[in-house]
């Protein structure tokens, strides 16, 4: 653990503008705020890694711990999100993890863009069925949950280099480790949002 929150504080410094050149928007997506984010929480089903996934996106919510709708979200509280998903893949899931990727808006002279935030490995293949009511993923339509929580750690180097109030996209890719060498991803989940650190 010790390595990761140096690496947190003192990497970044230095690499960070290398790694941080944005993906540039299409023109049209091309403001501070996009797709309402400044109001509500935006979400999508992204492309995926892999050539299938096997899960579909009909509806989803990021609420607080207690279940309530709260925006800004507050990335320094634990967050619930619930996915409304049907399981294409006519089979059951025992073994799912989660990666969660953090993006930061910038829009400048550059172009408009989601740079990816450097995580060092941290939430990065989180167990996704450990004490999980809504684990196995049956086939066909259910809800599931899934549960973000940032350590303090992470959310003090997120505002100290990025800050505040801002749009941050939060991508969740949902992976089979059934065959740990393996891994398929199953569904990939993005959210674009208002945070509070
Ligand atoms: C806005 O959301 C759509 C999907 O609803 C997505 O394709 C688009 O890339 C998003 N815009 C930005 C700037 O991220
Ligand atoms: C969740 O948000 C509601 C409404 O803002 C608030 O009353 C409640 O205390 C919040 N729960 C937590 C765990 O922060
Ligand atoms: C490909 C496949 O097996 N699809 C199944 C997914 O789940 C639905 C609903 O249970 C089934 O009708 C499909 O046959």
Not at 15 to 22: A, D, H
Not at 75 to 92: A, C, E, I, P
Not at 128 to 152: F, L, M, T, W, Y
């Amino acid at each position: 653990m010790f390595y990761q929150v140096a690496a947190f504080l003192i990497v970044p410094v230095f690499i960070l503008p290398l790694l941080s050149l944005p993906v540039v928007d299409a023109q049209k997506d091309c403001v501070p705020w996009p797709n309402s984010t400044e109001f509500s929480p935006h979400y999508f089903q992204c492309d995926s890694f892999s050539d299938n996934q096997f899960f579909t996106l009909h509806e989803a919510a990021i609420t607080n711990n207690t279940g309530d709708d709260e925006y800004p979200v507050d990335l320094t509280k634990t967050l619930r999100v619930f996915l409304d998903v049907t399981n294409l893949s006519g089979r059951r899931y025992y073994n799912l993890a989660m990666d969660t990727l953090f993006y930061r808006r910038s829009s400048g002279w550059l172009g408009c863009g989601w740079s990816i935030i450097p995580n060092f490995g941290y939430l990065m293949n989180k167990d996704h069925c450990a004490d999980n009511p809504s684990c196995p993923v049956q086939v066909g339509r259910q809800i599931i949950e899934a549960k973000i929580e940032v350590s303090p750690v992470f959310t003090k180097y997120i505002g100290l280099f990025y800050g505040d109030n801002i749009p941050y996209q939060l991508i969740l890719r949902f992976k089979d480790t059934t065959d740990p060498i393996n891994q398929k991803e199953v569904l990939c989940v993005a959210w674009q949002i208002k945070a509070t650190l």
